[in-house]
């Protein structure tokens, strides 16, 4: 299901493909990467096999910009409790009242990564890093579908200070919190600051924002939640 992009040309990344890297491929990834990961409407319709939706989409703000984004310091350490490789399982978001099971995420064979079959579904890039090493973790969900609301649905309401706690197999947690919400256009996203593998523990939450344009393939814009390492 999931496989490096055809050698011999550069990897897909319109419409939000991630090209799968490992290593010190990485770090070149992160500049790489175009565009955010596109959930949401624009790639539910096609995965629901509609055109259009059968429910207007949600109300978002014109533009979402809220609280200030973390300043990245790549000396900073995280303690050691927080440095397991183990794999996420779970997301909650006490804020919005969602629990949801995190299925992983990984680069398809047309070199886009591949978004949660169901909207009621989130996932995390699992060709990145681990929530709780060095470097960003990136989640994704739907906003919407074609029959109602995505797992994301109420992501813009979230707001600084708020938790997000991920449980992992190995039965330990990791909870980060909410530093800044922004809305970024589907071909403007700065990638440098959502997607990199350095740096003290970040957790990315990613859907569909901004106006809906059945005509240009969906959402517009892409909004990121940006999250740090909670202390204590």
């Known amino acids: 299901m999931t496989a490096p992009a055809p050698s011999g040309r550069p990897p897909r990344t319109e419409r939000g493909g991630l090209p799968r890297r490992t290593g010190g491929e990485r770090a070149a ?5 175009v565009a955010a990961v596109a959930v949401g409407a624009g790639i539910s319709l096609a995965a629901f096999g509609t055109a259009e939706l059968t429910a207007p989409p949600p109300h978002l703000p014109d533009h979402v910009e809220v609280g200030s984004l973390p300043v990245r310091r790549s000396a900073d350490t995280p303690s050691a ?6 794999t996420p399982i779970l997301l909650s978001i006490p804020a919005l009242g969602l629990e949801k099971p995190l299925r992983d995420l990984r680069v398809q064979q047309d070199g ?3 978004v949660p079959e169901d909207a009621s579904e989130v996932g995390w890039w699992s060709d990145g890093p681990a929530p709780g090493r060095p470097g960003a973790a990136v989640v994704v969900g739907h906003v919407d579908s074609a029959t109602g609301p995505g797992a994301f649905h109420r992501l813009s309401s979230l707001r600084p200070g708020d938790r997000i706690v991920l449980a992992r197999d190995d039965q330990s947690t990791v909870t980060f919190t909410v530093r800044a919400l922004r809305e970024y256009g589907k071909n403007s996203l700065p990638e440098e600051r959502v997607y990199t593998d350095t740096g003290p523990p970040a957790l990315r939450l990613i859907t569909c924002s901004g106006p809906y344009d059945r005509a240009k393939g969906g959402y517009q814009d892409n909004l990121v939640v940006y999250a740090a390492l909670a202390s204590g």
């Not at 990834?29 to 990467?33: A, E, G």
């Open 112 to 114: 886009r990564l591949g």
């Open 29 to 33: 990834l992160t500049r790489r990467i």
């Open 81 to 86: 409790p927080h440095e397991s490789s183990a």
